[in-house]
């Protein structure tokens, strides 16, 4: 929390917004990663704490949650006029762009507005967004509490852009004689060590409404950080913290005191941790998750939430007494069912370890829903079938949409990940167009290629025949009725198909294209015939 400084009474300010940008989905990738808590971070409600508590005057929209257009966004923005416009902006794949081109046409209706990005995204994207994008004004970098309510105290009592400089964690543009502009980086900003000093996160009253009515969980954050260091993962490195972990935890009463407020003060029911991990490391971890666990029953606090966890959190004891206090839903980040994949991750877990995760869960009646990447770019057939037989074998494809998802299901390489350097160490590396933030490349087995390609269809193609019912991939309920046909036809679809390529590769490149096609439209027309007894319409 920002130190004792002078603050800024109402009549010195000019008004700060705080905007979570409207998030259109991107109906190529939206399968591509689904748990939203790496976007619900709460970063925008934390800003919005600190900098009330500092008695400077700011609003919060989340244009997200009140399903606003662009242009019912633009026309918002453009009323209130703010000098300060900070925006968490989320990276939408192909969507991306059209938030860049919101926010351009904010400042042509707005120049005097200061636009400030903070977030994952810009924070490992801060030096070509600031280049490509000269209306964006500035960039936090990291952990933005602090820094953005240094940057709103010096713009507030400056008309220009001035001591910029002076804020750690910011990235700016400096024009000069060339024609591309110098972009400057300020010193790193200390990651905050004390977040129990933190202000509960504003949950305003425009906020909670679009929540309640769509029927969303209320995040909230107990910690900050992985102890762990998995290369597909962004969240350590987003913090730059040079520290061997950046996870920070705050202590169980201040969690359970806010908790309570939500409670009392807002009917709120259904909570879902938006922790990277929510445990911590080793025993203390556990040992503390134990302790709130502890104050929520002796409260006699009526509620269920949800949580993020590595396997190797999940034991009986600081179990047993989360369930108790509410515990009904469980992301589990398994990754893998071939231990050679979860080394080459640096997981720093057995597949054993997995295995004995998800079976402690289930005795303990939650159904976890999981973590799992089916290919990365150095996949070999071998690989496939060991995760396909370790998903059937712990029974975790339960539903169509969990199996369709999980099956097609390929790595993904962010910017500022272990593993987005390594891919771009390939010949076939290619990096997305806007700004560089993702990394694409070929994988390495032209078997797992052309696999790939007919089992993303399948799968793709099986998910569009759902019913929106049948559809959610986070649901956990066991199929029932046609839907564990439909479920049943993909897995044994899924199985020939893989068959084939293991056949071939054992002699012939690949397999013969037309019984490959031949395997999949047979698939297909069979949970046709399963969804038009579920719907009464053929898919």
């Not at 700011?58 to 997200?64: R, T």
């Not at 989320?90 to 707005?110: E, M, N, P, Q």
């Not at 010193?187 to 202000?199: E, H, K």
């Not at 047993?320 to 877990?349: H, M, P, Y």
């Amino acid at each position: 929390m920002p130190g004792s400084v002078s603050t800024i009474t109402e009549t010195e300010a000019s008004s700060v917004i705080l905007l979570e940008h409207p998030r259109p989905d991107d109906p190529d990738r939206h399968q591509d990663v689904v748990n939203a808590p790496l976007s619900a971070n709460l970063q925008t409600p934390y800003i919005s704490a600190v900098l009330k508590s500092q008695k400077i005057p700011v609003e919060l929209i989340d244009a997200n949650l009140m399903r606003w257009s662009m242009q019912r966004t633009l026309g918002e923005i453009a009323k209130r006029r703010p000098r300060l416009l900070g925006v968490h902006m989320v990276y939408l794949w192909g969507k991306t762009a059209d938030v860049f081109d919101l926010l351009s046409r904010i400042h042509d209706c707005c120049p005097n507005t200061h636009i400030n990005l903070y977030g994952f995204y810009p924070t490992f994207s801060y030096e070509d967004i600031c280049k490509q994008f000269t209306f964006i004004d500035s960039v936090t970098i990291g952990e933005p509490e602090t820094s953005f309510f240094e940057l709103a105290q010096s713009l507030l009592r400056n008309r220009k852009n001035t001591g910029l400089s002076a804020i750690d964690g910011l990235a700016f543009a400096v024009k000069n004689s060339d024609p591309s502009p110098n972009i400057v980086k300020t010193r790193q900003r200390t990651l905050l060590t004390d977040l129990d000093s933190l202000p509960f996160p504003d949950r305003s009253h425009m906020h909670q409404n679009a929540e309640a009515e769509h029927g969303l969980a209320t995040y909230i954050l107990a910690s900050r950080g992985c102890y762990n260091h998995c290369t597909f993962c962004y969240i350590n490195p987003s913090y730059a913290s040079g520290l061997d972990s950046s996870w920070r935890g705050r202590s169980a009463g201040s969690v359970f005191g806010e908790i309570r407020s939500l409670y009392d003060d807002s009917g709120i029911r259904y909570l879902y941790f938006a922790d990277a991990n929510f445990f911590g490391p080793g025993r203390a971890g556990k040992e503390r998750t134990s302790r709130l666990a502890d104050l929520i029953i002796k409260d006699k606090l009526k509620i269920r939430f949800g949580i993020e966890c590595r396997a190797n959190d999940i034991e009986e004891h600081s179990l047993s007494r989360l369930v108790n206090a509410g515990l009904r839903e469980v992301f589990l980040g398994i990754e893998s069912g071939c231990q050679k994949t979860l080394d080459r991750f640096k997981k720093g877990l057995s597949k054993e370890v997995n295995e004995c995760a998800v079976r402690t869960l289930r005795r303990f009646g939650i159904e976890p829903t999981l973590g799992f990447i089916m290919f990365h770019p150095d996949s070999t057939l071998a690989d496939i079938r060991e995760n396909f037989e370790f998903l059937r074998k712990l029974e975790l494809l339960r539903t169509p949409a969990v199996t369709a998802h999980i099956l097609h299901h390929r790595q993904t390489f962010f910017r500022g990940t272990p593993d987005f350097r390594y891919t771009l160490e390939k010949s076939t590396a290619r990096l997305e167009p806007l700004n560089g933030y993702e990394a694409f490349c070929e994988y390495s087995d032209p078997g797992v290629t052309e696999f790939a390609k007919i089992a993303t269809s399948l799968c793709r193609s099986v998910l569009a025949m759902l019913h929106p019912d049948e559809a959610d991939v986070c649901n956990t309920a066991i199929a029932n009725g046609p839907s564990v046909m439909i479920n049943q036809s993909l897995i044994r679809g899924y199985d020939r198909l893989l068959t084939a390529f293991e056949a071939a590769n054992q002699g012939a490149p690949m397999p013969d294209p037309q019984d490959v096609r031949h395997i999949h439209d047979d698939t297909l027309r069979q949970i046709a015939e399963f969804s038009y007894k579920t719907t009464g319409q053929m898919a």
